[in-house]
């Protein structure tokens, strides 16, 4: 992967890494801690301006991001709505907590939601449901990426030949927040199976 993304660079200049980053949205196993730090490493060896790459790669981010909110609005409240009842252990109050919890924290939630990993491309879709104001949306994605990004790209720009090492740590931390999903859902699932064998005891007395 990395050698593709070096030659997409290489031949479309900075905007082969804005590319880069809009499909990262699209396809998370993209991660961005490799794009931008390399994206970086090639501005400090002069082949990209440094601040050309923060703005075409934030561009990017946010182009993405825009997709997948789109996503969000076409798939609408109703059709969430009749998937959720055809998920198991899922419920339909499960959504409209949800949905609730959303519409008091979603400003906070879409701008710090892009620097956190997996939820950044993720945290789009439900701003397309609740039908966030786009300009609102596209001004808070456009911060909280303008920030991840100068923070990866600066990182790769300062490493040099050691951009890599970026990858290295933010690995942990996206370790950290799969492991940390997978709890959740296993905790869900277990109170949500709990709740339905006490419904199955009650009926039965």
Do not use: C, Q
């Not at 990866?152 to 951009?163: K, M, S």
Request: proline share 4%.
């Amino acid at each position: 992967m990395t050698d593709w993304l070096i030659e997409l660079m290489e031949t479309l200049g900075a905007p082969g890494a804005a590319l880069a980053i809009a499909l990262e949205n699209l396809f998370p196993p993209l991660p961005s801690e490799v794009i931008l730090p390399l994206a970086g490493f090639a501005a400090s060896r002069g082949e990209m301006h440094l601040l050309v790459v923060l703005l075409w790669t934030t561009a990017g981010s946010v182009i993405g991001a825009l997709v997948l909110y789109w996503v969000g609005v076409l798939l609408g409240r109703e059709r969430m709505l009749a998937l959720a009842a055809r998920i198991p252990l899922l419920k339909v109050s499960d959504i409209d907590r949800t949905e609730v919890w959303f519409l008091r924290h979603g400003r906070k939630t879409v701008f710090f939601g892009r620097m956190i990993p997996i939820f950044r491309s993720l945290i789009s879709i439900p701003a397309g449901l609740e039908r966030m104001p786009l300009g609102v949306f596209t001004l808070l994605t456009t911060a909280g990426s303008l920030i991840w990004n100068t923070v990866f790209v600066l990182a790769g720009y300062l490493l040099g030949e050691n951009w890599s090492l970026v990858e290295a740590y933010v690995g942990v931390g996206t370790n950290a927040v799969i492991a940390t999903v997978l709890l959740a859902v296993l905790v869900f699932v277990g109170v949500r199976l709990s709740e339905r064998r006490r419904g199955r005891h009650a009926a039965r007395g």
